[in-house]
């Protein structure tokens, strides 16, 4: 296949502009519980479900709530158990509500409102909601999950997007299958679950996580279930490009990759044959890059390579004085600052490797926008509490689905006792 396309993508980057005016009067909405007119009161307290209403009409007009809780395969015998509605509407109710504790369920019961506008009878209790997912079978669950996820993403990928790949380390507390001590740069000697995760890029939208033990992060952990989902997408819906850091360059992945014909961008590590080459290349032509990077093109045939792959160099001045950190006799850390002037040049290296015949600008800039899965993996980390909730056993690799809110039991598809 031709890999000359200039990634022109249709998905757009950025976030919606922020509507400033605020309505002066009530405005209609279509929930559960009929129609209920929505007013602003700019003198009441906040509310974190105050935009709540607009999210179940949104659930009720495309008829997602609906068929999640129809697919779920859930089965109770007791006359006196639940319904699947009251119990999925409780779970999604209080992921909504920021918990990550089946505890904060609690809460929830006090709130007269917002189970209404679901269409639910009442609020379960998190001993009810414990039982209930324990319920689901762990294979028919992730079976439900993720045929709920694809239907909503399925026809966004239609259109060209990019694929990034990337793999994050949360510390854990606790007793949780799977926490193992691995590399933890936040918490060193901390057991941890590594996040193998695969997002669309630009629209912050999840298509897969799957969640490994904290020793297991390197991208060929990962890359069984990469695979797995573009065989699963089809290939009416593979990406334009699929884009990675360091831990996803590597041979068996490129190798992969060109073998599925599907176009990669990921970074090199600096290791002493490419140090070599950028060494050879200082005097040589640089173009631009953005952002005061500069690039250079070159083929390279690193160890542990089949073939020789194209390989983008990348070189920035340093304007100001670089950090030094030393240590005297003692073991004392000492900090100075390197002087830069004409004779002696600070300068900062990177290099991609790519199947694509892209020019150096392209290139360079569209490895810069793949810092924004970094936010998505914050989010699903850290704000949306994603270690909590933690109810159903699996074999074999712990998996999680992340994605839009309409999946919201996906943080109870990791094993582990309940929190």
């Keep these: 296949m031709s890999n000359d396309h200039p990634l022109n993508l249709?998905?757009?980057a950025g976030e919606q502009p922020v509507v400033a005016s605020v309505p002066t009067g009530p405005v209609a909405v279509d929930t559960f519980a009929g129609r209920i007119d929505v007013n602003w009161d700019p003198d009441a307290a906040v509310t974190p479900l105050g935009q709540l209403p607009f999210f179940i009409e949104y659930l009720k007009l495309a008829g997602l709530f609906d068929g999640w809780v129809a697919g779920c395969p859930i089965q109770y015998t007791s006359p006196n158990a639940p319904s699947k509605r009251d119990l999925l509407g409780t779970v999604l109710?209080?992921?909504?509500?920021?918990?990550?504790?089946?505890?904060?369920?609690t809460a929830l019961r006090a709130d007269p409102l917002s189970p209404p506008l679901l269409g639910m009878a009442r609020v379960l209790s998190e001993d009810a909601v414990r039982r209930g997912l324990a319920k689901i079978d762990p294979v028919a669950g992730e079976t439900w999950l993720q045929e709920s996820l694809d239907y909503i993403t399925r026809p966004l990928l239609r259109e060209a997007w990019i694929l990034d790949v990337d793999t994050t380390v949360k510390p854990l507390f606790g007793h949780q299958e799977g926490a193992v001590v691995g590399y933890n740069p936040g918490k060193?000697?901390?057991?941890?679950?590594?996040?193998?995760?695969?997002?669309?890029?630009?629209?912050?939208l999840v298509l897969d996580v799957e969640v490994h033990d904290g020793n297991q992060t390197a991208a060929k952990h990962g890359a069984a279930g990469l695979w797995a989902l573009l065989d699963r997408l089809g290939r009416d819906c593979w990406p334009a490009l699929l884009r990675g850091d360091i831990g996803w360059g590597n041979e068996a992945v490129m190798r992969e990759a060109e073998q599925r014909g599907l176009p990669y961008l990921f970074r090199l590590r600096m290791t002493a044959n490419v140090r070599r080459a950028i060494e050879r290349a200082m005097d040589g032509a640089w173009t631009e890059a953005g952002h005061g990077w500069e690039g250079q093109s070159t083929q390279l045939r690193l160890d542990g390579w089949g073939r020789q792959r194209r390989v983008v160099l990348l070189r920035r001045k340093l304007e100001s004085a670089p950090a030094i950190s030393q240590q005297d006799p003692d073991g004392q850390h000492l900090l100075s600052f390197a002087t830069v002037d004409v004779r002696k040049q600070a300068w900062e290296y990177g290099a991609l490797v790519t199947s694509l015949n892209a020019e150096i600008l392209t290139l360079g800039q569209a490895y810069r926008d793949r810092a924004d899965c970094?936010?998505?993996?914050?989010?699903?980390k850290n704000q949306w509490g994603d270690t909590g909730t933690e109810t159903l056993p699996v074999d074999g690799p712990l998996r999680g689905t992340g994605g839009q809110l309409v999946e919201p039991v996906r943080a109870a598809r990791r094993s582990g006792p309940p929190s």
């Excluded at 970094?374 to 699903?380: G, K, L, R, S």
């Design 10 to 12: 249709t998905h757009p």
């Design 374 to 380: 970094e936010n998505d993996c914050d989010e699903f």
């Design 188 to 204: 060193p000697g901390r057991p941890s679950h590594s996040y193998h995760s695969y997002l669309i890029a630009n629209l912050r």
């Design 93 to 105: 109710l209080s992921i909504l509500s920021g918990h990550w504790r089946y505890a904060h369920i």
